[in-house]
């Protein structure tokens, strides 16, 4: 079965939340929240990403969203033009595989975890010495570390299955409809104050076939990754082309930007595409890549004016003040090399809506960027107000003006 997915994906992580603009930002209402996913639908995005870990919920917004607008979307009149959304269908993305983030649950569950991150919670002082037998009980952290995640996807297939299957049930209730594309969030890795463990990891194949077994492939209808290098992906590609009982992923969504992170990722366990990668069109072939980056509609920058400065001054205060998710922006962004990118983004804008009497926006340039590459198939947006929305939409224009060249002197000022 084709399904005819929009390029923009809507994210929700960040719909819903308080304090995601300013300090002084209240939480959107629902009232808001579904005028901005109305917005989107009408101009005809059709693939809307969600989690269950997201803020506030929001997967069962989206999902109780989602049921309203069976008769809404099937009506050629609701569209901006009768052509967007030809399938009629809203579609919902959601996620599974989350590390257990070992900072908010302030314990270790019970299961398979990998000797070495046992071994270093312990020489750190966050578990007891006397945590033996750690793979039927629970055992409290003491001052665990935020960014202390440890895997979902590690030990035995059969544990994947029922890990995965109790997100699976959650996520099945939110969304109150078909699951059409479940992604695996984090590929398998444990990380400690954000810095990741050294240890093999689990084998491809086992990780392919716990999300090919009928408990989850059943459940849904397309499968994929996120944040898995490269290298992880090809092998998952070629093991589901040759062995006939493995699901073959069909998206794959990195963070891809401008503005490349540092050797500090913003998340632990996050992973990159850059800018030659993404203008191979053979990188990852045989999968359609989505990437996500904080720059989707609403940016991370845009605090409280799009201007470097002012989006400095507010990521050094979250590192300063400790953030418990947010901390690793300013390290991992707020680079001289990104920042020559940022000037020469403004300059090159400047010169564009000169040159086309267009009016086009800095963070509409920073989307187009991304969409103008040929590896990308889609890309995730996160707006958060109706004028987002429809600002972010017209990147898509822009992106069809970019040239080559055009982002070749963007990234690197040749």
């Known amino acids: 079965k084709t399904r005819k997915f929009s390029r923009l994906v809507m994210g929700t992580d960040h719909l819903i939340q308080a304090g995601w603009v300013d300090e002084k930002q209240p939480e959107p209402t629902q009232e808001q929240a579904h005028a901005v996913l109305n917005e989107a639908a009408r101009l005809g995005i059709n693939l809307f990403d969600t989690a269950p870990i997201y803020v506030g919920g929001v997967e069962n917004t989206l999902g109780a969203w989602r049921a309203s607008m069976t008769a809404r979307v099937a009506d050629d ?46 020489s750190r002082g966050y578990l007891a010495s006397e945590a033996v037998e750690w ?36 996520t099945r209730a939110n969304l109150k409809g078909d699951i059409d594309v479940y992604l695996m969030h984090r ?28 408990e989850i492939a059943s459940q849904v209808e397309i499968i994929g990754w996120s944040n898995w290098k490269t290298p992880r992906v090809e092998e998952s590609l070629r093991l589901a082309e040759q062995i006939a009982t493995l699901t073959r992923p069909q998206i794959n969504s990195p963070y891809f930007s401008l503005l490349e992170m540092s050797d500090r990722t913003i998340h632990a366990l996050g992973v990159q595409v850059v800018h030659a990668d993404m203008m191979n069109p053979n990188f990852q072939k045989g ?128």
Not at 188 to 201: L, S, T
């Open 187 to 214: 590929d398998d890795g444990d990380a400690i104050g954000f810095e990741p463990i050294k240890r093999a990891q689990t084998p491809v194949s086992r990780i392919l076939e716990a999300v090919s077994a009928p």
């Open 287 to 414: 999968i359609k890549i989505m990437p996500y980056s904080p720059l989707g509609g609403f940016s991370i920058l845009d605090k409280p004016a799009p201007t470097w400065e002012n989006a400095k001054k507010a990521a050094l205060k979250k590192q300063q003040d400790g953030d418990a998710y947010w901390r690793n922006v300013y390290a991992s962004v707020f680079t001289p090399e990104n920042e020559a990118r940022w000037q020469r983004a403004v300059a090159f804008l400047e010169q564009f809506n000169k040159k086309h009497s267009t009016s086009y926006t800095l963070d509409q340039l920073l989307n187009a960027y991304v969409l103008a590459h040929p590896r990308t198939d889609m890309l995730a947006v996160g707006p958060i107000t109706v004028e987002q929305v429809q600002r972010t939409v017209k990147s898509l224009a822009l992106s069809k003006m970019l040239s080559p060249q055009d982002l070749e002197f963007l990234h690197s000022g040749r």
């Open 77 to 122: 009149a609701f569209y901006a033009h009768p052509s967007l959304n030809p399938d009629r269908q809203i579609y919902a993305l959601s996620k599974g595989g989350f590390p257990f983030d070992l900072f908010y649950l302030k314990k270790l569950p019970a299961g398979c975890h990998a000797a070495e991150l046992v071994g270093e919670l312990k």
């Open 135 to 170: 793979r039927t009980r629970d055992w409290p952290l003491k001052d665990v570390p935020a960014g202390t995640y440890v895997s979902h996807l590690y030990c035995e297939k059969g544990l994947m299955i029922e890990r995965i299957s109790a997100e699976l049930k959650h």
